[in-house]
């Protein structure tokens, strides 16, 4: 089956840097790669996502890219802020109906 | 709007007792997924519906554990005879269109589950 690995585990910023978050999968099958931060005792929240058409996509300050041939894609946070602090996961999808492998998760901490 | 609830948003359960977890996804959502999160981890797959159809139960630990969705909207994930190893959160997460798609999923707040 799919598996989906992400480093790091944890990353610690600044306020105002950016951050890279990194992940690989393993199904070249996978089309879907979408990217959720978890808060403290909620559920995982969508922040961006990236099918396998494109190589590219932003919002405002976040970025995903998606590098089909080396499988791998990569979650970029600019200009970063305290409220960016959770945890991240990444996750890929071949579906058939849409069924998500996640990665192992980063906690990012943006100190102010 | 009103996104997916669940309920207990906490359990705790004796080694051995019977717990049955509940989902309320988001209104007109085809798709409904359960997964399950242990500490410090991702979440991992259990099962999944479309509508009141359980087309995948790959996931699922164990034949204690036990999914239902029988008028296409609120799911119950039941799980028999809980282990200390079933200690999680398990999450629920609904998407609008089934079939072959990779819609957005949204998750709800999961429910923690605790067995001593």
């Known amino acids: 089956g799919e598996n989906v690995e992400q480093h790091p585990s944890t990353l610690s910023v600044q306020e105002g840097d950016s951050a890279v978050i990194k992940c690989t999968y393993s199904?070249?099958?996978?089309?879907?790669f979408p990217w959720y931060k978890q808060e403290l005792g909620k559920g995982p929240q969508l922040i961006i996502d990236i099918r396998s058409n494109v190589g590219e996509k932003k919002d405002q300050r976040i970025a995903v890219t998606l590098n089909k041939t080396a499988k791998h894609f990569s979650l970029h946070i600019t200009e970063t802020q305290p409220e960016d602090s959770a945890v991240y996961f990444c996750a890929a999808s071949k579906g058939s109906y849409g069924k998500l492998t996640f990665g192992q998760g980063t906690i990012l901490t943006v100190h102010p | 709007g009103a996104g997916v609830s669940q309920s207990p948003r906490y359990k705790v359960a004796k080694r051995g007792q019977d717990v049955a977890l509940r989902c309320d996804p988001i209104s007109g959502h085809v798709s409904l997924f359960w997964y399950q999160q242990a500490l410090g981890q991702g979440p991992e797959f259990l099962t999944y519906?479309?509508?009141?159809?359980?087309?995948?139960k790959s996931g699922l630990p164990s034949d204690r554990f036990f999914a239902e969705r029988p008028e296409g909207s609120v799911s119950t994930l039941k799980i028999q005879r809980t282990q200390q190893e079933d200690s999680a959160v398990y999450l629920c997460a609904s998407s609008l269109i089934g079939g072959p798609s990779t819609d957005t999923q949204y998750f709800g707040p999961g429910t923690r589950l605790t067995v001593l």
């Open positions: 199904d070249s099958a996978s089309n879907y």
């Open positions: 519906f479309q509508n009141e159809a359980q087309l995948d």
